[in-house]
């Protein structure tokens, strides 16, 4: 009889196994994923809610130039902040869903805020401006809860800078 070893080696190593597993895994992954973009369908009542943080947000853009008309030297002092207001306006208009506001509207024009006032002078422009900063810091986390996905992920990072905003203009 001829001798048998106990245990014969496979005709593979552990590199070759493991990449198996590891392309086995990719496609398993692959086939597990949906064609969906997984961008959720934005309904209609979505839609105006955003675009009505859109008129909020213009309204805190006019609100920033009419404080720095004001008090120039607030103005100047809190030009990044105007600068990043904008940014986050322009931001909102590119997701929000429909026409888009038309230029030179009144709440883009720098005379109009989002309480419809015109700031006071110098000592309390301040003050005023921070309370417009944080009643859109306000509405943009309030309409947060009723959107989904990007959009719900959007309002609530503007909300959260804004809240930033408050607390410097402090």
Request: charged share 10%.
């Amino acid at each position: 009889m001829p001798p048998t070893t106990p245990f014969s080696a496979p005709a593979f190593s552990r590199r070759t196994l493991l990449a198996g597993s590891a392309a086995a895994l990719g496609v398993l992954l692959v086939g597990c994923t949906s064609s969906d973009s997984g961008t959720p369908t934005v309904t209609p009542q979505q839609a105006d809610e955003l675009a009505g943080q859109v008129t909020v947000q213009e309204s805190l853009v006019a609100a920033f130039r009419a404080a720095a008309a004001a008090d120039p030297a607030l103005g100047a002092a809190v030009a990044d902040l105007a600068a990043q207001a904008q940014q986050q306006l322009d931001r909102l208009k590119a997701a929000a869903p429909g026409p888009r506001s038309p230029a030179g509207s009144a709440s883009s024009s720098g005379t109009a805020s989002s309480s419809g006032t015109a700031p006071p002078a110098a000592p309390e422009a301040r003050a005023w401006l921070r309370g417009q900063v944080a009643a859109t810091a306000d509405s943009h986390a309030t309409a947060c809860q009723a959107q989904t996905g990007p959009r719900a992920a959007l309002l609530g990072s503007i909300a959260a800078g804004l809240r930033g905003q408050d607390q410097r203009l402090a």
